[in-house]
């Protein structure tokens, strides 16, 4: 969430901030809100107010001047009922005002370019080379059927559509895919790996903004948790209400997780293939970090990903989000994208963001610069290294042949036993 301090010192930011991002916002009653919940935050006074005449009330009657005592008592009673109200009304504020809170979006990076849609983002490079081929390439759910390594109808049958089942060599490669990942980030990178679990409670949703923006896409339990979205929501709060010594940061994490996205409104978009699943495979990135590292940091991560991507020789760019099209959270968004060859257009396969102190300030993740200093919010980021599914769709769609057969990539066959390629069934 954002500084009170900014909305009360500076609201024409947060307002500059409201119109490049074309967010319909009421910032006015949240500055109203606010003014009114400092008022009311000096029951204080009137609380030593009273203290100070309930004293007086003893002394009086202990003097004889039963009169005044009296005079006395009714105004602290007075008071009382002045106390009462203002509690109250500042609990209504608070609540009105911090519900408020937690709608209001983060504030872009300085250099995150303005723009209204996806049609303004800039890409800033290209990265792997085409390949050419003398056959009309095939989409990957078409690949995967004929393959008998992606089945849809069975899934469907299982659970319901919007569900996929990896078969076969199928199960094997995406498995190698993750594989790949988390040793690279982990033994290249220098990330952390950790196994979180796949459940997590409101305040953890709230700590990474999911809640209460995203509430209709998420799928909740009959005990109040729900399944994560992405691992981003467990990791962001490993350190939930902590406070870090300086020589701690930056800490890296990555995790391998299942990911439960209910896609709420999306009917008819992706409705084939990987792309847009219930449940899904995902590595993710994580970092904490000081202030003033943050830059740097998540360029870093940026590269960390493009890593996988380069080591399985797809063709990617990376595009930077604009105002218009950038997420509730993030102040600032890089896209790497793959091209799909069978698509014939580019895909997201990982979304790297930084938040600032957004997401710190809702999970109380604090740091000290000096062992006797106080405490400081920590920046975030993360993103997808990689997003497994749709870097298996990459793969099957950019590395088929022409008789529908699809050649391994170098990287991932010593995880596959040695394979070479995924043949076409021989019946």
């Given at each position: 969430?954002?500084?009170?301090?900014?909305?009360?010192?500076?609201?024409?930011?947060?307002?500059?901030?409201?119109?490049?991002?074309?967010?319909?916002?009421?910032?006015?009653?949240?500055?109203?809100?606010e003014?009114?919940?400092?008022?009311?935050?000096?029951?204080?006074?009137?609380?030593?107010?009273?203290?100070r005449?309930?004293?007086q009330?003893?002394?009086?009657?202990?003097?004889g001047?039963?009169?005044?005592?009296?005079?006395?008592?009714?105004?602290?009673?007075?008071?009382?009922?002045?106390?009462?109200?203002?509690?109250?009304?500042?609990?209504?504020?608070?609540?009105?005002?911090?519900?408020?809170?937690?709608?209001?979006?983060?504030?872009?990076?300085?250099?995150?370019?303005?723009?209204?849609?996806d049609?303004?983002n800039?890409?800033?490079?290209?990265?792997?080379?085409v390949?050419?081929?003398?056959?009309?390439?095939?989409?990957?759910?078409?690949?995967?059927?004929?393959?008998?390594?992606?089945?849809?109808?069975?899934?469907?049958?299982?659970?319901?559509?919007?569900?996929?089942?990896?078969?076969?060599?199928g199960?094997?490669?995406?498995?190698?895919?993750?594989?790949?990942?988390?040793?690279?980030?982990?033994?290249?990178?220098?990330?952390?790996?950790?196994?979180?679990?796949?459940?997590a409670?409101?305040?953890?949703?709230?700590?990474?903004?999911?809640?209460?923006?995203?509430?209709?896409?998420?799928?909740?339990?009959?005990?109040?948790?729900?399944?994560?979205?992405?691992a981003?929501?467990?990791?962001?709060?490993?350190?939930?209400?902590?406070?870090l010594?300086?020589?701690?940061?930056?800490?890296?994490?990555?995790?391998?997780?299942?990911?439960?996205?209910?896609e709420?409104?999306?009917?008819?978009?992706?409705?084939?293939?990987?792309?847009?699943?219930?449940?899904?495979?995902?590595?993710?990135?994580?970092?904490?970090?000081?202030?003033?590292?943050?830059?740097?940091e998540?360029?870093?991560?940026?590269?960390?990903?493009?890593?996988?991507?380069q080591?399985?020789?797809?063709?990617?760019?990376?595009?930077?989000?604009?105002?218009?099209?950038?997420?509730?959270?993030?102040?600032?968004?890089?896209?790497?994208?793959?091209?799909?060859?069978?698509?014939?257009?580019?895909?997201?396969?990982?979304?790297?963001?930084?938040?600032?102190?957004?997401?710190?300030?809702r999970?109380?993740?604090?740091?000290?610069?000096?062992?006797?200093?106080?405490?400081?919010?920590?920046?975030?980021?993360?993103?997808?290294?990689?997003?497994?599914?749709?870097?298996?769709?990459?793969?099957?769609?950019?590395?088929?042949?022409?008789?529908?057969?699809?050649?391994v990539?170098?990287?991932?066959?010593?995880?596959?036993?040695?394979?070479?390629?995924?043949?076409?069934?021989?019946?």
């Amino acid at each position: 969430m954002i500084d009170h301090r900014i909305i009360r010192e500076t609201p024409e930011v947060v307002r500059a901030a409201l119109r490049q991002r074309h967010f319909d916002y009421d910032l006015d009653r949240l500055i109203e809100l606010e003014a009114r919940r400092r008022e009311l935050l000096q029951v204080e006074n009137l609380r030593a107010e009273k203290n100070r005449l309930s004293e007086q009330i003893g002394q009086a009657y202990r003097a004889g001047e039963r009169e005044r005592a009296e005079e006395l008592k009714a105004q602290v009673a007075g008071i009382s009922r002045q106390i009462d109200e203002q509690e109250a009304e500042l609990e209504q504020v608070v609540a009105e005002f911090e519900a408020m809170l937690l709608e209001l979006p983060n504030i872009p990076h300085a250099e995150v370019p303005e723009g209204e849609s996806d049609a303004d983002n800039p890409v800033l490079y290209e990265r792997g080379e085409v390949r050419s081929s003398d056959f009309a390439p095939r989409t990957h759910w078409e690949l995967g059927e004929a393959l008998g390594i992606l089945d849809f109808e069975r899934a469907a049958k299982i659970a319901s559509s919007r569900f996929v089942m990896d078969v076969g060599l199928g199960a094997t490669m995406e498995r190698a895919l993750i594989n790949l990942m988390l040793d690279t980030h982990t033994r290249r990178h220098g990330y952390t790996e950790v196994m979180p679990p796949y459940l997590a409670n409101t305040r953890s949703l709230i700590g990474t903004a999911t809640l209460p923006k995203f509430e209709e896409d998420q799928f909740k339990t009959r005990e109040g948790l729900y399944l994560i979205p992405t691992a981003e929501v467990p990791l962001t709060n490993i350190h939930q209400d902590e406070i870090l010594a300086a020589d701690e940061l930056p800490k890296y994490y990555t995790a391998y997780t299942a990911s439960f996205r209910r896609e709420a409104g999306s009917a008819g978009q992706e409705s084939r293939g990987l792309i847009r699943l219930h449940q899904f495979n995902k590595v993710e990135l994580m970092k904490f970090v000081a202030p003033g590292s943050a830059d740097d940091e998540l360029e870093k991560l940026v590269l960390n990903a493009e890593a996988i991507l380069q080591a399985l020789e797809l063709r990617y760019r990376r595009v930077v989000l604009c105002t218009g099209d950038m997420g509730f959270q993030p102040e600032r968004t890089y896209d790497l994208e793959v091209w799909m060859p069978g698509m014939d257009r580019w895909v997201e396969i990982s979304s790297c963001s930084q938040y600032g102190e957004f997401q710190a300030r809702r999970c109380n993740t604090r740091y000290r610069p000096e062992p006797e200093a106080a405490p400081r919010f920590v920046h975030t980021m993360n993103g997808s290294g990689l997003a497994a599914g749709r870097t298996l769709a990459a793969v099957l769609e950019s590395y088929q042949q022409a008789d529908g057969s699809v050649a391994v990539p170098d990287a991932l066959r010593p995880y596959m036993g040695g394979a070479v390629e995924i043949p076409m069934p021989t019946t």
